[in-house]
């Protein structure tokens, strides 16, 4: 039976699968139907190309402050978000920390893998992870040589990236599965830093894994690990917890298990949950807090803001070169910085802290922080849609409450907080003015967060 | 060595023992989610807890109730300052064992000795006729004083060689990762009951795991940022104040809620912070000259330094903060140890005389303990050393009992790996921290062990 394609669901949507979408696309969503959205929201041919962070030569030229504003810029202006937000998906499935190793490129190359891969075969994807330069340096796989095996990788890959730590392998899986990797490795001269496999550095004796006997590689431990039913429940599982937040009603993640067993694609998976009638419930819409990456996407996308070019020019912190009036490339980052999270930077192997984590006294100063930042930026700016929002403060608040929440994805919204941004634009003046201080209440109110 | 351990209530089964708890208790200890216990933090605003602490004690003092702990009274207790070492120090070559010639031995090129000081290398500082510390004079001159502890061979039987995996196991008080919550997180639930303020817990930064438990969340605190509802503050946001006043706090413990009641909250902490904070100076990115004698914290002293500034000013305004984390980080010294590690102790020495002269009177309050993830392994690779098991923590501060605690690992028999032997368990470690600075029941707080360290004066 058909999603009822309502306003609310297409939003919903919208606001999970990628970072929220305009009134006119929730609308086109309303007459396409929920299935036939998610079908071209999941089309890798719509797809442009990524581009790459403006290779300069310096400080400021092409590492973390370069790599977030190209990134921001792709997920918040691409014609399919949905492929960006899965790409950031598996950012944090794969959370790869750049601070490990020289080269923000091999960075890049790690999320166009994500990009070109991660809606087809899992186990690819795998598979070319243990050659990913990035990630072999992340996790020391360079240095796990014949006689002298290193588990993390082989840890990690059974523990946070296929099975789960409740995935029914033993220490004994993981110390031969590490034999099995040895030898995968890189040259990092002459550069560009290249991954290869060595086969005077890789154990080619016989292991047992997962219960199974041979001479295996790296890859023969792969594609044992995706015949695992305890695979495809746990890649079910993961995504379900991150993009719909609550436990799943009991049955849900056998379905998609199912739906992701039968061909290993990513895509079969995802669109059976974006498809899922489980996934529209009420639980499900308040059931996620949105990671700041997220509301930084929604924010910036929902109001028009002219984000700065990363791929075409590096940043510089000559302010006598931003143009009065713009949108400066370093108030995302710092919205970043006070949310606690910067691409490129998870705190550790396992990825982000998950939903509820991000509700708590600190992050709400650095939520309220962001907000206020964003606010007084995006007035300068003045985008069609703050001088909209502007025009309807003047003639009735509720109005441009309603315009407001639009901006970022919402089609309805509490009465708690429309109360709050009427008392806000309807404020006699201050300092940052009222309608910054709408735009701050917005951006901090449980629909954003909750987005 | 001096002090010896006080073995006391073994544990059975190596599982955390629950005296006197309802199911609730110890599924909170477990991590394991109680209903109904996060929304004790969910239901009580701070907003109505200051304006309650306001008319009774018209400041915004030590708060009455919940943070007094096991103390008893209205003593404040004693305050814990916990800075992580993050990487994994290398406890021989920073409290060098100068008289036992089975050192160079297994430290071979890297062995240090007196008399080879100044230009980058370390200075080392004799302590007795035993060790000497590696360019920290002023904990040198805190051990003559009595109020430097140096905890020896601390670890756990078969603990991880990775960061992720050793520095979990500390931040959860438990070799198997059997919680969820942190072991300091747990120790703020057992002092605050009922009634837990956030303010009771304050990370630098983000917020360390070791302070997260169920249905209690810390405060972290950036010096760098402007917290809103300081003074100024609401001076200049006079209308996002007036709309955030007509929020009204949401019953109830799902995630609408506690969004709404965190908003709520955060008007509340920066009442109560901004009298505090407000003129202070922050970092200002337009003036660099400025900013590195602010963000450097003084001579010396680091980005520690001026973390461990904003933390003495906390406790200086009266802020009810039992527990504070602050991280010191860079200790990996695979390579360049020779002068890296000098370099991590002196800004480490120099933070903590900065903070304990800025503490004024406050400095009787305050302990100063440090962690770190594992040690190094015995032999020199070269440059530097890698990842090992035991490790050295250095408790500071008045009622301190100064001195040697557990045994050095000897220097002559090793594991199986070639690692040193763990003397102390570190969950006794931070039993004895439990115990001693914070007046919290260790059994409630650490997944096992022997028994608390005796490391705190009564």
Redesign the interface.
Same mark, same amino acid.
């Given at each position: 039976m058909p999603i009822d394609a309502t306003p609310r669901n297409a939003a919903h949507l919208w606001r999970r699968a990628a970072f929220g979408a305009s009134r006119e696309q929730i609308d086109q969503t309303v007459r396409d139907g929920i299935e036939a959205s998610v079908e071209s929201m999941f089309d890798h041919r719509r797809a442009v190309d990524g581009g790459e962070p403006h290779r300069t030569v310096g400080v400021m030229a092409y590492e973390t402050p370069q790599l977030n504003t190209w990134f921001l810029r792709l997920a918040a202006t691409s014609p399919t978000p949905a492929i960006e937000r899965l790409t950031w998906f598996w950012h944090g499935h794969f959370a790869t920390n750049i601070d490990k190793f020289e080269g923000p490129e091999l960075f890049h190359a790690q999320l166009m893998t994500f990009r070109r891969h991660g809606m087809g075969r899992f186990d690819d994807l795998l598979k070319l992870m243990a050659r990913d330069p990035a990630m072999i340096l992340w996790l020391d796989l360079h240095t796990s040589v014949f006689g002298k095996p290193n588990e993390?990788y082989a840890r990690e890959l059974m523990e946070l990236f296929s099975l789960g730590v409740d995935g029914g392998y033993t220490q004994r899986d993981v110390a031969e599965a590490a034999r099995a990797f040895t030898g995968y490795t890189i040259s990092e001269f002459p550069r560009p830093t290249r991954a290869w496999i060595s086969s005077a550095l890789h154990d080619d004796g016989e292991k047992q894994i997962l219960g199974q006997t041979g001479r295996f590689t790296g890859d023969d431990v792969v594609d044992i690990i995706v015949q695992r039913p305890e695979c495809h429940r746990f890649i079910a599982t993961r995504l379900w917890t991150r993009y719909a /937040?609550t436990a799943p009603a009991p049955g849900v993640i056998d379905e998609l298990a199912a739906a992701f067993a039968q061909r290993l694609v990513v895509r079969d998976l995802v669109v059976a949950m974006f498809t899922h009638p489980a996934f529209y419930a009420d639980d499900v819409r308040? /059931?996620? %807090?949105a990671q700041p990456f997220e509301t930084v996407v929604n924010a910036v996308r929902g109001f028009g803001v002219d984000l700065f070019d990363a791929s075409t020019q590096p940043l510089t912190d000559d302010e006598d070169l931003v143009d009065v009036g713009a949108f400066p490339w370093w108030i995302p980052l710092e919205m970043f910085e006070?949310m $606690?999270q910067l691409v490129a930077h998870p =705190?550790? %192997?396992?990825g982000w802290p998950h939903?509820?984590?991000w509700?708590? @006294?600190?992050?709400?100063? $650095?939520r309220?922080?962001a907000g &206020?930042l964003f606010a007084e930026a995006v007035l300068e700016a003045d985008t069609p849609v703050v001088r909209e929002i502007e025009a309807a403060a003047d003639r009735d608040p509720r109005t441009a409450a309603a315009l407001l929440m639009a901006a970022f994805g919402h089609v309805e919204h509490s009465t708690?907080t429309e109360? @709050? &941004?009427v008392?806000?634009l309807t @404020? =006699? #003046?201050?300092? %940052? $003015? #009222?309608l910054?201080? @709408?735009i701050?209440?917005a951006f901090?109110s =449980?629909e954003v967060?909750?987005s | 060595m001096t002090n010896e351990p006080t073995p006391s209530r073994p544990t059975s089964s190596g599982r955390i023992e629950t005296p006197r708890s309802s199911r609730r208790r110890f599924l909170q200890l477990a991590g394991l989610g109680a209903v109904g216990a996060t929304g004790a933090f969910a239901a009580p605003t701070l907003v109505g807890r200051l304006m309650a602490e306001e008319s009774t004690t018209g400041n915004f003092g030590p708060s009455p109730g919940g943070s007094t702990g096991g103390s008893g009274g209205r003593d404040p207790g004693r305050i814990l300052v916990s800075i992580q070492l993050g990487g994994g120090l290398d406890f021989l070559n920073t409290v060098v064992p100068l008289d036992d010639p089975r050192y160079a031995t297994v430290r071979g090129d890297g062995t240090l000795r007196l008399g080879e000081d100044g230009d980058g290398a370390p200075t080392l500082h004799q302590l007795d006729s035993s060790f000497a510390l590696n360019s920290t004079p002023y904990l040198a001159e805190r051990w003559n004083a009595g109020e430097l502890a140096i905890v020896h061979g601390v670890g756990s039987e078969g603990s991880s060689l990775s960061h992720f995996d050793a520095t979990d196991m500390w931040e959860k008080g438990s070799p198997d990762f059997g919680t969820s919550s942190g072991w300091l997180g747990r120790a703020m639930a057992d002092l605050a009951g009922a009634d837990p303020d956030p303010l009771l817990a304050v990370s630098m930064g983000g917020v360390s795991p070791s302070m997260y438990a169920d249905g209690w969340s810390p405060v972290g605190l950036r010096p760098e940022a402007r917290i809103p509802w300081s003074a100024n503050f609401s001076d200049q946001y006079r209308s996002l104040d007036r709309a955030m006043a007509d929020l009204t706090s949401s019953d109830g413990d799902d995630l609408w809620a506690r969004t709404r009641n965190s908003q709520l909250d955060l008007r509340g902490i920066g009442a109560r912070l901004g009298p505090i904070v407000d003129g202070r100076e922050l970092r200002d990115d337009e003036d660099d000259e400025d900013d590195e004698d602010i963000e450097e914290g003084g001579p010396g002293a680091g980005f520690l330094g001026y973390q461990l500034d904003l933390i003495a000013d906390l406790v200086r305004g009266g802020i009810p903060t039992r527990a504070f984390h602050v991280m010191h980080d860079g200790f990996d010294t695979h390579g360049s140890q020779r002068y890296l590690l000098p370099e991590l102790m002196g800004t480490l020495d120099a933070a903590l005389q900065r903070f304990q002269s800025r503490l004024g009177p406050d400095a009787d309050r305050v302990v100063i303990a440090t962690w770190t993830e594992f040690g190094r392994r015995p032999e020199w690779n070269g440059q530097g050393t890698e990842h090992g098991t035991a490790g050295v923590q250095f408790v500071l501060g008045p009622g301190v009992r100064g001195g040697h605690h557990g045994e050095p690992p000897p220097l002559d028999r090793f594991d199986p790996d070639g690692n040193f032997l763990i003397t102390t368990d570190f969950r006794d470690y931070l039993a004895g921290l439990t115990h001693g600075v914070l007046g919290a029941d260790p059994a409630r707080v650490v997944d096992g062990g022997r028994g608390p360290l005796d490391l705190l004066e009564a």
């Open positions: 993390n /937040g308040l /059931g996620l %807090v006070e $606690g =705190p550790n %192997v396992g939903n509820d984590a509700i708590d @006294a600190t992050r709400s100063i $650095g309220l922080n &206020i708690d109360a @709050a &941004i008392a806000a @404020a =006699p #003046p201050d300092d %940052v $003015g #009222p910054a201080s @709408a701050a209440i901090t =449980p967060t909750l | -």
